[in-house]
């Protein structure tokens, strides 16, 4: 095996962790989503949010810190990631102070929020959630880093009974689609890597890496183990 | 070698898997059922099983006696205090004792009918000695709470979603004033089984079974999610599990008395300075810290530019 081959199996390694993260997560995200009876949903027109909200981990999407309060009940914490995880928050920067923010919630109601004021601060920052009847929502800052934390803050308009009824999640499965798309991209990869001899060899990664994917639809992984390993590269690499 | 024939076969293959994992996407979709949704541990009737304990135990004891004493253990532990014979339905586990080191040796005054072994320590000496016990007749079919009886002592187990099991590893101590233990090391390892092959998945948080007193969690595998100080004297491991139909997951861990480094969580975050900074915002007990809400992409670009660089560097080898 020449040293290029192993210069673009090192690589095909490294974007296979990042679609190891999204097939969990879709696949995680489609079981979740089973019961959805109970689910709150938060719902934001403006940049097309309308998701479920889960009380299990910021690894399963948008999540409610239960160290806070319900909403209508006090202050509310609500996380999402920005990049990977389905990026539920990727558009949150684009928020403008007025903007409606809906959290529905069973045996509450439909609770209306309005954006007062965007923050950018240190991961260092802790929230204060004695602040009355506000929803922050936060997600990392900028886009492809987590250096920082943008919070959106905003307070609370009104509660109207629960009306709407959120179906169960329907969103088509992409975590099969990543699948396909880098069984696909290695496939392209190896019939098109000038090194006629090696060619098999980057195919058969492409294979083994792609059945490591379906292993990992079926049986989803925790992310945050792989999460913490490429977050540590990164701070090490300075990227 | 045709690798033409190869791309075919293996393109064949991982299509018709992801064809048949797209169908039942499609199907638990269509149907609106699915075997995979969310259920939580119950105390009676759990579809939860430890499937296997074991035990692996290191203690030194030092003998401040002007005589010769023996360190014994048992064949059997009950929670009721009543000694059973292995194999019987008795009312908590039946431990088998598979190994000692050194070896031990049998004990003459034994209140046990599969015997009692033991390890002589002379008057003044500090001696050093390890044995394994395994969980041998596991019952059928509710490993977790056998019955209506209430276990309370080590090393029965209770469900894993509710409680642990306590024992002190210093009670020879208390038994036996002049075996002093000097240092006491457990490693336990237990299988734990979702035994309904059709659903549906389980999940909860599951404590250690077996939680030695005033001891330190100096290591878990997988690594611990949070440490329970519910019991105060207590570091109870403690992990958030998730078991789909029929899997089978083993989780060990090993307490320290009286001294040892403690494991870290998974969840525990790098100690933060500004905790307790004034001009951070609010005070610590109506804080929230802010939650890792993003994966650096800058390795993902890495990656881009490795396989590009291979190929350019490929090219020119040609």
């Not at chain 2, 596991?138 to 056998?146: D, H, K």
């Amino acid at each position: 095996m020449k040293l290029s081959t192993f210069f673009v199996l090192v690589g095909m390694i490294i974007i296979s962790l990042y679609c190891l993260i999204e097939v969990s997560y879709y696949s995680s995200a489609e079981n979740l989503s089973q019961n959805s009876s109970n689910t709150p949903y938060l719902e934001i027109p403006s940049i097309g949010i309308n998701q479920p909200i889960n009380n299990k981990s910021i690894d399963y999407g948008i999540y409610y810190d239960p160290g806070s309060a319900k909403p209508g009940l006090g202050t509310t914490a609500i996380f999402g990631h920005r990049t990977f995880h389905g990026s539920p928050f990727l558009n949150l920067d684009k928020l403008k102070n007025g903007d409606n923010i809906t959290v529905e919630w069973p045996g509450i109601g439909n609770v209306e929020y309005s954006v007062v004021n965007l923050t950018v601060v240190d991961p260092s920052y802790r929230l204060d959630v004695d602040q009355g009847n506000k929803l922050f929502l936060i997600t990392c800052y900028p886009l492809g880093s987590d250096a920082q934390r943008l919070i959106i803050e905003s307070n609370q308009v009104k509660i109207d009974p629960l009306t709407t009824n959120q179906k169960p999640n329907t969103a088509p499965p992409y975590g099969i689609f990543i699948i396909l798309g880098f069984f696909a991209g290695g496939s392209i990869l190896s019939f098109l890597y000038p090194l006629k001899e090696d060619q098999y060899i980057i195919f058969l990664a492409t294979i083994a890496i792609t059945a490591f994917l379906i292993l990992a639809y079926i049986f989803p992984i925790p992310p945050d183990a792989i999460e913490s390993r490429l977050s540590w590269f990164n701070n090490l690499l300075g990227v | 070698m045709n690798y033409n024939n190869i791309y075919l076969i293996c393109s064949a293959l991982v299509i018709l898997v992801i064809g048949l994992g797209f169908s039942n996407f499609v199907s638990a979709d269509t149907f609106g059922q699915s075997n995979d949704q969310q259920a939580w541990m119950q105390s009676t009737g759990s579809t939860l099983q430890f499937t296997y304990l074991q035990a692996t135990i290191h203690i030194t004891v030092h003998n401040n006696a002007d005589h010769a004493m023996f360190f014994k253990i048992s064949q059997q532990y009950t929670g009721d205090g009543t000694v059973t014979v292995t194999g019987t339905n008795s009312s908590s586990i039946d431990w088998s004792i598979i190994s000692t080191n050194p070896s031990a040796i049998r004990m003459v005054n034994s209140i046990n009918p599969a015997g009692d072994l033991g390890w002589e320590i002379d008057s003044g000496q500090t001696r050093s000695v390890s044995f394994t016990l395994v969980e041998n007749n596991p019952p059928a079919p509710w490993y977790i709470q056998r019955g209506t009886t209430n276990n309370t002592f080590w090393p029965v187990v209770n469900d894993p979603g509710l409680t642990a099991t306590w024992f002190l590893p210093n009670e020879l101590n208390y038994l036996n004033p002049n075996l002093e233990v000097v240092s006491w090391q457990g490693t336990f390892f237990f299988n734990l089984k979702n035994v309904v092959s059709t659903g549906p998945r389980v999940e909860g948080i599951v404590r250690a079974p077996i939680v030695p007193l005033n001891s330190v969690l100096t290591a878990s595998n997988p690594t611990v999610d949070y440490i329970d100080n519910e019991i105060a004297s207590a570091q109870t491991a403690a992990w958030d599990v998730t078991l789909y139909p029929g899997q089978t997951k083993g989780f060990s861990y090993t307490y320290n008395y009286p001294n040892g480094t403690a494991v870290t969580p998974a969840n525990r975050q790098s100690p933060s300075t500004l905790i307790n900074d004034p001009s951070s915002a609010g005070n610590s007990s109506t804080t929230l810290p802010t939650q890792n809400t993003g994966v650096p992409w800058g390795l993902f670009v890495v990656g881009g530019i490795v396989i590009a660089a291979g190929i350019i560097y490929a090219r020119v080898l040609r």
